[in-house]
């Protein structure tokens, strides 16, 4: 596709449109999931509709069954290394929902990665290292 048909894509996906249809989504992943005994789990990534604190807080409050797996990194958009403290500080407010299943434990060290990993622990909540 052509880079106007990517924008329109995108744009269509960030429509309420498109959020509506990732929540029907989902939804029948959830029941899916129910009937096979396991959970879903969500990884929220930047550039993605669950990409930041305001959609990952929705989805958790709407779809309160589905687990989300908590990833700094991920969340963080290419060329932001900068706001990496703030994100983490941000982050530990949202450490308390049960919807947070899993911390990823990155591999940049930083004061505030590590007070985001003691939140976690302090609150039961697993971390997890991915790409070792």
Same mark, same amino acid.
């Given at each position: 596709?052509?880079?106007?048909?990517?924008?329109?894509?995108?744009?269509?996906?960030?429509?309420?449109?498109?959020?509506?249809?990732?929540?029907?989504?989902?939804?029948?992943?959830?029941?899916?999931?129910?009937?096979?005994?396991?959970?879903?789990?969500?990884?929220?990534?930047?550039?993605?509709?669950?990409?930041?604190?305001?959609? *990952?807080?929705?989805? @958790?409050?709407?779809?309160?069954?589905? =687990? /989300?797996?908590?990833? %700094?990194? #991920?969340?963080?958009?290419?060329?932001?290394?900068?706001?990496?403290?703030?994100?983490?500080?941000?982050?530990?407010?949202? *450490?308390?929902?049960? @919807?947070?299943?899993?911390?990823?434990? =990155? /591999?940049?060290?930083? %004061?505030? #990665?590590?007070?985001?990993?003691?939140?976690?622990?302090?609150?039961?909540?697993?971390?997890?290292?991915?790409?070792?």
């Amino acid at each position: 596709g052509s880079e106007p048909d990517s924008i329109a894509a995108a744009f269509a996906r960030w429509a309420p449109h498109g959020k509506a249809e990732l929540e029907n989504r989902l939804r029948a992943w959830e029941r899916a999931c129910a009937q096979a005994g396991i959970e879903l789990l969500i990884w929220p990534r930047a550039g993605t509709l669950v990409s930041d604190i305001p959609g *990952l807080l929705n989805i @958790a409050r709407k779809m309160e069954t589905v =687990g /989300v797996v908590l990833d %700094p990194e #991920a969340l963080l958009p290419s060329g932001f290394a900068m706001r990496r403290d703030d994100l983490n500080t941000r982050l530990q407010q949202v *450490l308390e929902l049960g @919807a947070v299943r899993a911390v990823v434990r =990155g /591999v940049e060290a930083s %004061p505030s #990665a590590a007070e985001l990993q003691e939140r976690a622990r302090a609150l039961g909540k697993p971390l997890i290292r991915v790409g070792v």
